[in-house]
């Protein structure tokens, strides 16, 4: 471990620490000076945190903020600051109050007019993005997936015309369930990544059409394991030569329920478009 050294800064801060989303090595040397000066590090797991610490030498105290108890222990923390200790803040991994504990205590922060200082670093919606090949000029980060299958339904219709990369994370008990409701909403075309174990010695960034996505995951029980993102194009205007998506993706729900046949007939009324090239479509898109 260093010798302690003085902050940047005299006065009472709160300083939001990023820490690795799996490879160790990808942790700053200012993410090491601060967690070693501070006088506190609020942690979302100080057991997780501890063999962190542990590992880089550093023998600062922690205190335990999580979801459960941080807005009961934020104002603790606070009259800590302005008592004159400084903090870091720390998720389990990542960037905190990125779908982490945080918000509340930052929050109390700034009204109590304390400084808060953010230190970059590793972020796995930033990681997946930078290596989807997806459009990264506009993307949104819409945090975990619903837990059941109609609230996930209803986020996929809600982002199905959104022309900007939305970016979810995703367990990897429910994966399946989540790219078959995908699958559903969105289409067979619709180009989805999944970014899986990322910086990690298994990390895989697979970007396939939805269809073929689904099929290559259900294929492989190793890509159903471990900590996930799922990275989703945004909507694409077609051309005039192109069968609208919505189109593809409402005979994609018919066609569960009645021949294809008919199902391309209904969309193709729905739609006022010509039956053929929906069922062409079909033939070539749809088992």
Same mark, same amino acid.
């Given at each position: 471990? $260093?010798?302690?050294?003085?902050?940047?800064?005299?006065?009472?801060?709160?300083?939001?620490?990023?820490?690795?989303?799996?490879?160790?090595?990808?942790?700053?040397?200012?993410?090491?000076? $601060?967690?070693?000066?501070?006088?506190?590090? #609020? #942690?979302?797991?100080?057991?997780?945190?501890?063999?962190?610490?542990?590992?880089?030498?550093?023998?600062?105290?922690? &205190?335990?903020?999580?979801?459960?108890?941080? =807005?009961?222990?934020? =104002?603790?923390?606070? !009259?800590?600051?302005?008592?004159?200790?400084?903090?870091? %803040?720390?998720?389990?991994?990542?960037?905190?109050?990125?779908?982490?504990?945080?918000?509340?205590?930052?929050?109390?922060?700034?009204?109590?007019?304390?400084?808060?200082?953010?230190?970059?670093?590793?972020?796995?919606?930033? $990681?997946?993005?930078?290596?989807?090949?997806?459009?990264?000029?506009?993307?949104? &980060? !819409?945090?975990?997936?619903?837990?059941?299958?109609?609230?996930?339904?209803?986020?996929?219709?809600?982002?199905?015309?959104?022309?900007?990369?939305?970016? &979810?994370?995703?367990?990897?008990?429910?994966?399946?369930?989540?790219?078959?409701?995908?699958?559903?909403?969105?289409?067979?075309?619709?180009?989805?990544? %999944?970014?899986?174990?990322?910086?990690?010695? &298994?990390? $895989?960034?697979?970007?396939?059409?939805?269809?073929?996505?689904?099929?290559?995951?259900?294929?492989?029980?190793?890509?159903?394991?471990?900590?996930? #993102?799922?990275?989703?194009?945004?909507?694409?205007?077609?051309?005039?030569?192109?069968?609208? !998506?919505?189109?593809?993706?409402?005979?994609?729900? %018919?066609?569960?329920?009645?021949?294809?046949?008919?199902?391309?007939?209904?969309?193709? !009324?729905?739609?006022?478009?010509?039956?053929?090239?929906?069922?062409?479509?079909?033939?070539?898109?749809?088992?």
């Amino acid at each position: 471990m $260093t010798d302690k050294k003085t902050l940047p800064t005299e006065v009472p801060t709160l300083y939001i620490v990023p820490t690795p989303i799996g490879n160790l090595g990808d942790i700053t040397q200012r993410a090491l000076d $601060t967690l070693n000066n501070v006088d506190l590090i #609020a #942690a979302e797991d100080t057991r997780h945190t501890g063999k962190l610490l542990s590992h880089f030498g550093i023998s600062t105290k922690t &205190f335990a903020l999580h979801d459960h108890n941080e =807005q009961q222990k934020a =104002q603790v923390l606070v !009259e800590k600051l302005l008592a004159g200790y400084s903090i870091a %803040l720390v998720s389990d991994a990542g960037t905190p109050l990125i779908s982490d504990p945080g918000y509340h205590l930052v929050t109390k922060c700034r009204q109590a007019g304390v400084k808060v200082v953010p230190l970059p670093g590793a972020c796995a919606v930033v $990681t997946a993005l930078s290596a989807s090949g997806l459009p990264s000029d506009r993307f949104s &980060f !819409e945090g975990f997936l619903p837990a059941k299958s109609k609230g996930r339904k209803d986020k996929f219709l809600e982002i199905a015309k959104v022309e900007r990369t939305c970016i &979810f994370y995703e367990s990897p008990h429910r994966i399946l369930d989540s790219l078959h409701d995908m699958l559903e909403i969105l289409g067979p075309e619709r180009e989805v990544v %999944l970014a899986r174990e990322l910086t990690k010695t &298994f990390e $895989t960034i697979q970007g396939l059409p939805l269809a073929k996505l689904v099929d290559w995951v259900k294929s492989d029980e190793n890509q159903q394991r471990g900590e996930m #993102a799922l990275l989703i194009h945004g909507y694409r205007a077609v051309s005039d030569d192109s069968l609208p !998506e919505e189109a593809t993706r409402t005979l994609t729900i %018919l066609n569960k329920e009645l021949p294809l046949k008919k199902a391309a007939a209904l969309a193709a !009324e729905i739609y006022n478009l010509k039956k053929n090239p929906l069922y062409k479509w079909g033939l070539e898109h749809l088992d």
